[in-house]
């Protein structure tokens, strides 16, 4: 079975300034990422997702995640975020052989303040 | 936006009455799924389909029954709601397949169940 860990349930932050949401997976076999995002009052979107290849994954908004096996991480990033950006962020796992199944984290609020 | 909605959007309910939660899609999509969603627990699968008449059970499905009668409607079932399922409920849709493999999952707009 997978699992996932946020272990930051908030990041507060500046507007402009650097931000890192963290994620650590748990699996036994080869497993499939992705990060989700929440707006208030809304369903979740998907920001990005890494498949196989490049182990940097990129959104269009500017967030990028790193894939690291040895870790078994796969951390958010922004080098600057917006006021917009304030939301909650899922990282979700699934195993190559049963993708179908998302596992989620708890999530992790983050707020961007002027 | 993918065409997914769910009804009611609100529910308020007695323990041990029967609700049903419906999800329709209008994308054709394969795969639909139910999610709850609770403060300190993120998102966890209740139930899943991958097709008409077929369906599976999640992390989270006691309790819960769900049925595809048509490609385009996921109904979740309360056969005798409980105050532990007060909680907001996710549809999601997809179209993975071995040869696509996992496709992006797209979430309804939820709805927000009280059991008093």
């Known amino acids: 079975a997978q699992s996932v860990t946020q272990l930051d349930s908030q990041v507060p932050v500046f507007e402009e300034a650097p931000v890192e949401l963290r994620c650590n997976y748990s699996s036994s076999v080869s497993v499939y990422l992705f990060w989700y995002v929440q707006y208030p009052n809304q369903g979740l979107q998907l920001l990005l997702k890494y498949l196989s290849g490049s182990t940097l994954v990129e959104s269009i908004n500017g967030f990028e995640a790193e894939f690291n096996k040895s870790q078994t991480s796969f951390h958010l990033r922004k080098p600057s975020v917006h006021i917009s950006d304030t939301a909650e962020y899922f990282c979700?796992?699934?195993?190559?052989?049963?993708?179908?199944?998302?596992?989620f984290g708890t999530g992790t609020r983050l707020l961007v303040s002027p | 936006d993918a065409g997914i909605t769910q009804s009611p959007r609100h529910k308020v309910t007695e323990t041990g009455t029967p609700v049903t939660l419906r999800c329709h899609q209008t994308?054709?999509?394969?795969?639909m799924y139910w999610y709850r969603q609770d403060p300190g627990h993120g998102l966890r699968l209740i139930h899943y389909s991958y097709g008409v008449k077929d369906t599976d059970k999640g992390e989270v499905s006691d309790g819960y029954s769900v049925s595809r009668s048509k490609t385009e409607d996921f109904l979740l079932t309360l056969e005798s709601a409980t105050s532990s399922q007060t909680s907001v409920y996710f549809c999601?849709?997809?179209?993975?397949?071995?040869?696509?493999?996992?496709?992006?999952?797209?979430f309804g707009p939820g709805t927000r169940l009280t059991v008093l």
């Open positions: 999601a849709i997809s179209e993975s397949s071995p040869a696509t493999r996992p496709d992006t999952q797209y």
């Open positions: 994308e054709n999509h394969r795969y």
């Open positions: 979700a796992v699934s195993a190559l052989l049963n993708f179908q199944k998302l596992v």
